[in-house]
């Protein structure tokens, strides 16, 4: 078994990986004052609950944007299980050609979805990463990462509505989704996921235009289940694919 680990601005996300793929996937809130301690024992007990034990471990691997956290995560995976840990980042192995001005600015995140993409989608391709920040990218043609699109999340976007907005309450994405708003909270659901769902299709469209060919979308992250429902676009939601990713750079690399 392989446990692979995303930690994210908002959730860290991981997933216990068997014979290809994932027996079950798990978030924890992103607390950068958790100890190495706490963590391990959040992890022990997830895994516990779900059935599995220290002795079918064989390894580990860690996607970071926080990189506070990195540290804490690798310490509290070895503590449970004394295994080797892998992390994205420079010499890592990913089969991943990166034509961009800057290759070692490339978000781990980013390195996972394009190689899950590879995996399992033709080329080229555009990703679509909904989380605390929105992030669209594309593998071209010839499978190379080309570049891509980073915009506010959108509860990121909701939040400070709400909190700059004196009469504007704090809202749940969830319910129904009407066009047009007969009430407060209907119109900010309304601007909010609509309106970014919106945004999605044209910058789709977009890069359909600029590719010149027909292109595969894939969508993934926390918020993927409120927004691409909503989106005109022809786009495939694959809640697992950052994940798929880190799988396959451990198999990569061990």
Do not use: W
Not at 129 to 134: E, F, P
Not at 215 to 231: D, E, R
């Amino acid at each position: 078994m392989v446990l692979t680990i995303d930690i994210g601005n908002s959730n860290i996300v991981f997933a216990a990986y068997e014979q290809g793929a994932p027996r079950f996937i798990s978030r924890l809130k992103t607390d950068v004052l958790k100890t190495e301690a706490e963590y391990a024992v959040l992890i022990r007990s997830v895994l516990h609950i779900k059935g599995f034990h220290t002795g079918s471990m064989e390894g580990a691997i860690i996607s970071s944007v926080v990189p506070a956290l990195s540290p804490i995560l690798d310490a509290a995976v070895k503590e449970l299980y004394n295994v080797r840990v892998l992390h994205v980042g420079p010499g890592i192995k990913t089969g991943l050609n990166i034509k961009i001005d800057s290759p070692g600015q490339t978000g781990a995140d980013l390195v996972c979805t394009a190689v899950g993409t590879l995996k399992k989608y033709t080329t080229p391709a555009i990703i679509i990463d909904l989380g605390t920040v929105s992030k669209i990218t594309v593998l071209d043609r010839d499978r190379s990462f080309i570049g891509g699109a980073l915009a506010p999340g959108v509860r990121i976007g909701l939040d400070a509505m709400s909190s700059h907005s004196a009469q504007l309450p704090h809202i749940s994405l969830d319910g129904e989704v009407p066009v047009i708003g007969a009430n407060t909270v209907d119109c900010m659901r309304s601007g909010v996921i609509l309106g970014a769902a919106s945004m999605i299709d044209g910058m789709v469209r977009r890069y359909k235009q600029e590719l010149g060919e027909d292109t595969t979308a894939v969508a993934c992250g926390g918020l993927v289940g409120a927004i691409i429902p909503h989106c005109s676009e022809q786009i495939t939601i694959d809640p697992t694919l950052l994940l798929d990713g880190l799988y396959e750079l451990y198999l990569k690399n061990r």
